[in-house]
């Protein structure tokens, strides 16, 4: 089995590309392989807890749980994080809070890496 | 090297593409960038599929915009998220995203 690292830099709300990201994750973790997810920019907006699921309104949080449930490693990006007023015990547990340093050792670890968005 | 594009978008990324050297190319289109495969201007498809034989869609992405998997260029194969996993690990050494 591989190990994928993805960097995911788009907003969750409406974002076809936060999407795909967790959608991915999901279809790799599910074959067996290791997935790490890199949070940076907007998308770190999505580590929030209690995201009020409203319908046909894209939120992140319970997506977020089953990956991790499923063995997906997922860390934001610290700053960009606190820099949007999110505090780290208002985050989703399980989710680690890191800096760049955590996602350049996922991107040398890994087989292949995958980096959306991002401007 | 063997590159996986992800083309997300319907406009053109041939001149990124033309400055890609790779042995082998594959352009998997996502989101938007499956308009690519489904869509003709003034009669044509889209030059994006003259650029390389291994041409791949995303089902989820074809369906959730109201077109049939038969509504595919023949050249594309059109492929679910877990057979994207097994191109990117199997089929090509290194992936970008456009």
């Known amino acids: 089995m591989g190990k994928l690292t993805i960097g995911c830099y788009p907003g969750l ?58 063995g997906v490693e997922i860390c934001t990006c610290e700053a960009c994080t606190v820099a949007r007023g999110i505090k780290k015990d208002e985050g989703i547990p399980g989710v680690q809070w890191n800096a760049m340093h955590w996602y350049l050792a996922k991107i040398h670890a890994a087989d292949r890496v995958l980096l959306i968005g991002g401007e | ?59 989820d992405d074809v369906q959730i915009r109201g077109m049939k998997d038969a509504d595919v ?8 998220y877990g057979d994207v996993v097994d191109l990117i690990f199997n089929d090509f050494d290194k992936i970008a995203w456009l």
Do not use: C
């Open chain 1, 13 to 70: 709300v409406g974002n076809m590309g936060y999407d795909f990201a967790l959608k991915l994750a999901d279809a790799a973790a599910t074959k067996g392989h290791k997935v790490s997810i890199w949070f940076s920019g907007n998308a770190t907006g999505s580590v929030k807890a209690n995201q009020k699921h409203l319908k046909d309104y894209s939120t992140g949080e319970k997506h977020i749980k089953a990956l991790l449930e499923k």
């Open chain 2, 73 to 80: 260029d023949k050249r594309v194969k059109v492929v679910k």
């Open chain 2, 1 to 59: 090297m063997k590159l996986a594009v992800f083309v997300s978008d319907f406009k053109l990324a041939t001149d990124t593409l033309d400055r890609l050297k790779a042995e082998k190319l594959g352009i998997i289109l996502v989101q938007n960038g499956v308009y690519h495969a489904t869509t003709k201007e003034n009669g044509k498809a889209s030059s994006l599929l003259d650029k390389t034989p291994n041409l791949y869609a995303l089902s």
